[in-house]
């Protein structure tokens, strides 16, 4: 129970990767608010936590909408008093070759993944600073160092790192800490998507010979909330089984 007494917010966490990043963090005893674009979802994960005896409570947000964000930090607060941690996770895809790429594909995902955890991360800010103490974990990519199809991607969770290193440079001294988690080839909803051929080739990238579950993702984001992590910050580290070295 390495989070007992701690409030945590977690986007994205109706299903896949979040939603197990939102599991562990309450086995861990943290209180839970799950941020969700889809109802059913979110009070799903809300239900398993309740069941497991952990706490958890729920709110629809689309993180690039500052005023949704500003609304889900006030139910957190009115709900728990307080924001211990927060997980960056809530991300899209709209893959396409570049030259064919359209400006409607850039913006959504950009908007999602690089201004949704600008708005997350400067809410969260505002009120560490104030308490001296907090963790913010973003979930970026292994693409941030370049994929074929996914230009507006890569860029975003390129720009999440920076946004990170940033993040960590200037909160280090209220002692908040702020890490970037790059998950490799995790097996999601997203990913169970694709054609086989195709996830033998990415399977086959990965030295350890598989692809990774939310749950190895979890397992550090759990650590790097932890005090455990306390003298951790401004970090980029790789969770795919090699598949980056």
């Avoid at 990965?206 to 759990?222: C, E, W, Y």
């Avoid at 455990?228 to 090699?242: C, M």
Wanted: charged share 20%.
């Amino acid at each position: 129970m390495r989070l007992e007494g701690k409030t945590a917010i977690v986007t994205g966490a109706g299903r896949g990767l979040g939603k197990g990043i939102a599991l562990k963090l309450a086995q861990e005893g943290a209180s839970v608010m799950i941020c969700d674009m889809v109802e059913e979802n979110a009070q799903s994960v809300v239900q398993e936590i309740e069941a497991s005896g952990g706490k958890a409570s729920y709110q629809i947000c689309n993180v690039a909408v500052l005023d949704e964000v500003n609304a889900l930090f006030e139910k957190t607060l009115d709900a728990y008093g307080k924001v211990d941690i927060l997980v960056n996770n809530a991300g899209i895809n709209r893959d396409s070759m570049l030259h064919k790429m359209s400006v409607e594909q850039w913006d959504q995902v950009i908007a999602v993944n690089l201004t949704g955890t600008f708005y997350m991360t400067q809410a969260a800010a505002k009120l560490m600073r104030e308490q001296e103490s907090g963790a913010i974990i973003n979930i970026s990519s292994a693409s941030w160092l370049g994929n074929v199809g996914q230009a507006n991607y890569a860029a975003s969770k390129a720009g999440v790192v920076g946004l990170t290193k940033t993040a960590a440079r200037e909160l280090a001294k209220k002692g908040v800490t702020c890490n970037a988690i790059c998950p490799g080839f995790i097996e999601t909803d997203m990913t169970r998507g694709v054609p086989e051929k195709v996830w033998d080739i990415m399977v086959g990238k990965i030295p350890m010979g598989r692809a990774g579950k939310p749950s190895d993702v979890a397992n550090m984001v759990a650590f790097l909330a932890s005090e455990e992590a306390d003298y951790i910050t401004g970090e980029v580290i790789n969770v795919g089984g090699g598949m980056v070295l």
